[in-house]
């Protein structure tokens, strides 16, 4: 019960004071170049690590005295140097890496952009298909948001199946969540890859 309660502490502990800082105004910059993003990814790897990692397995490292272990135990080899595997510890506990941070809420925002229709200043800019009114018409490329956001949402809206905008938005967030779960930890156990945040390969169920 101990265990339960600190895990769940900790866990509390880093959405509000890590996550909700990291992404803060993250559909506005989350897609930008890899290079400028990768400190905050290292530094989101860094914060699970502590707080999730193995203690034991970290502790032990230093317990090279000769009434611990024997002595050719006590060279430190590169296996010490190597840092924990954090994709475990985000599976565990069900962590979106930044990438698929700015995914998640972007796609929830422009749906409830689409389906509220507020703010009004921008849903008019959104050209809405008259085919079929879930999607969007995409323009000229560019960084600003509104471009962005309908590229993102016509690569996963479609997947979604949508016929209108009438799934509540808590059920929305549900399934899009559990799909980049899924789609974080499709490829491999331990190592990180970029199939592991392609949105193209986001899979609704």
Same mark, same amino acid.
């Given at each position: 019960?101990?265990?339960?309660?600190?895990?769940? =502490?900790?866990?509390?502990?880093y959405?509000?004071l890590?996550?909700?800082? *990291?992404?803060? #105004?993250?559909?506005?910059?989350? @897609?930008a170049?890899?290079?400028?993003?990768?400190?905050?990814?290292?530094?989101?790897?860094?914060?699970?690590?502590?707080?999730?990692?193995?203690?034991? =397995?970290?502790? @032990?490292?230093?317990?090279? #005295?000769?009434?611990?272990?024997? !002595?050719?135990?006590?060279?430190?080899?590169?296996?010490?140097?190597?840092?924990?595997?954090?994709?475990? *510890?985000?599976?565990?506990?069900?962590?979106?890496?930044?990438?698929? *941070?700015?995914? !998640?809420?972007?796609?929830?925002?422009?749906?409830?952009?689409?389906?509220?229709?507020?703010?009004?200043?921008?849903?008019?800019?959104?050209?809405?298909?008259?085919?079929?009114?879930?999607?969007?018409?995409?323009?000229?490329?560019?960084?600003?948001?509104?471009?962005?956001?309908?590229s993102?949402?016509?690569?996963? =809206?479609?997947?979604?199946?949508?016929?209108?905008?009438?799934?509540?938005?808590?059920?929305?967030?549900? #399934?899009?969540?559990?799909? *980049?779960?899924?789609?974080?930890?499709?490829? !491999?156990?331990?190592?990180?890859?970029?199939?592991? !945040?392609d949105?193209?390969?986001?899979?609704?169920?």
């Amino acid at each position: 019960k101990q265990w339960y309660q600190r895990r769940v =502490a900790i866990t509390a502990g880093y959405y509000t004071l890590f996550e909700s800082h *990291l992404s803060y #105004c993250i559909s506005v910059w989350g @897609d930008a170049a890899q290079f400028r993003i990768s400190s905050l990814w290292t530094a989101q790897k860094q914060c699970v690590r502590i707080l999730f990692g193995d203690r034991e =397995a970290f502790h @032990d490292k230093f317990n090279t #005295c000769v009434r611990t272990r024997p !002595y050719d135990q006590q060279i430190l080899g590169s296996n010490f140097y190597m840092p924990e595997h954090t994709k475990p *510890l985000f599976q565990e506990n069900k962590i979106l890496s930044v990438h698929n *941070l700015y995914t !998640y809420h972007c796609f929830m925002e422009t749906y409830k952009i689409l389906k509220f229709r507020q703010p009004r200043s921008l849903y008019d800019k959104y050209s809405i298909s008259e085919r079929k009114p879930t999607l969007l018409i995409a323009g000229f490329p560019s960084p600003n948001f509104i471009d962005r956001s309908t590229s993102l949402w016509n690569t996963i =809206a479609p997947k979604f199946k949508f016929n209108d905008f009438s799934p509540k938005v808590s059920c929305i967030k549900t #399934c899009i969540k559990k799909a *980049l779960i899924t789609l974080q930890h499709k490829e !491999y156990s331990q190592e990180w890859t970029t199939g592991d !945040y392609d949105r193209a390969n986001i899979s609704i169920t």
